[in-house]
């Protein structure tokens, strides 16, 4: 399991949410995604666990037959092969709003071979029933840009007070991930590209070969970002680092008064051999907590196991390497 998107409880009486995307075949082996095919990412489907307190998590048993509450479409559909959650918005009346990554049975080539479900494009569903079942929007809200990459991706959405929605997604051009941005006016129906915002670091820099998977928040009168910086393009490890942005997502600037060797950082990295975080930490979601404190929910795994969730936390707010404990 991976890429969590942790919902707080808005009153005493209900629980914690987290949405997450998985596969029965697990990460780099046969048969986890639909119709059998070979998974080269943790996506698939996704689940839904609860919590009284954000720490210790209960797998809730969706509606579909595996278990999960959002799963693939038709074989041959846009979202046919994968899906993974990538956000999900809360309106005032209760209705959830998931803007999710989806994969299709599509060949696309990549250097020599030719793969299927890297063309990945980002859609919209919704939940009257706090996750535990979604309808889903039948085209997708955001398609694929090829002066951008091979897909768009990832989708990441902060709500701004004019209720303007801004997303963060990223692509990958063969050689390198890149972040990009859109708005929507109309709650995610349909959406605005405004750019490239963030990209690779320099030449030996631990994001070099890109930004993945990022968490955005509102800290401190401007917005935060963290974001899964990759190593190699198809190997490497994989490390979290910190961006900031003073105009409303405008732009994005990769913060240098961190402890790590590179713009950004990392501040958080991978473990030593044998640890549950040896290869990758990745696909980080922030939850800004009421006292000024920061919750950092983030998968990892070692070379053999497949992706588990864990937590950090910043009591102070603060975002350097030394802010952060282990919770789980």
Same mark, same amino acid.
């Given at each position: ?180 941005? $859109? /708005? #929507?006016? *109309?709650? !995610?129906? =349909? +959406? ?6 963030? %990209? &690779?670091?320099?030449? @030996? ?37 910190? $961006? /900031? #942005?003073? *105009?409303? !997502?405008? =732009? +994005? ?6 402890? %790590? &060797?590179?713009?950004? @950082? ?38 053999? /196991?497949?992706?588990?969730? !864990? ?18």
């Amino acid at each position: 399991m991976a890429n969590p998107v942790v919902l707080p409880p808005r009153n005493a009486d209900e629980d914690w949410r987290c949405f997450y995307y998985g596969n029965a075949g697990g990460y780099g082996e046969s048969g986890g995604w639909n119709g059998g095919a070979k998974c080269f990412l943790p996506t698939g489907y996704c689940g839904l666990a609860t919590s009284p307190d954000g720490v210790s998590w209960n797998a809730v048993d969706g509606a579909n037959a595996d278990g999960s509450v959002f799963a693939p479409g038709e074989l041959s559909a846009w979202d046919g092969l994968h899906v993974g959650v990538g956000d999900i918005v809360r309106l005032t009346n209760g209705t959830m709003v998931m803007l999710y990554l989806g994969g299709s049975n599509e060949p696309v080539a990549l250097g020599p071979a030719s793969v299927t479900g890297i063309r990945m494009r980002i859609g919209r569903a919704l939940s009257d029933d706090d996750g535990l079942s979604w309808r889903r929007d039948p085209a997708p809200v955001l398609d694929v840009d090829t002066e951008e990459g091979l897909f768009a991706s990832w989708p990441r959405v902060l709500v701004m007070e004019d209720g303007t929605w801004y997303m963060t997604y990223h692509a990958f051009n063969g050689s390198a991930w890149s972040v990009f941005s $859109a /708005t #929507s006016a *109309d709650m !995610g129906v =349909s +959406w605005v590209r405004t750019g490239r915002v963030l %990209g &690779p670091g320099d030449a @030996g820099a631990f994001d070099c070969a890109g930004i993945g998977t990022r968490a955005m928040c509102e800290w401190r009168g401007q917005w935060l970002m963290m974001y899964e910086g990759v190593e190699g393009v198809f190997e490497g490890k994989h490390r979290i680092g910190v $961006a /900031t #942005s003073d *105009d409303r !997502g405008a =732009s +994005w600037h990769k913060a240098l008064d961190l402890e %790590g &060797p590179d713009p950004g @950082g990392p501040i958080v990295e991978p473990g030593s051999p044998g640890a549950w975080t040896e290869q990758v930490v990745g696909t980080p979601y922030l939850v800004p907590l009421a006292d000024g404190g920061l919750r950092l929910y983030y998968c990892a795994k070692t070379t053999s /196991t497949n992706m588990s969730i !864990g937590l950090l936390e910043s009591s102070s707010g603060d975002v350097g390497r030394d802010a952060w404990r282990a919770v789980c």
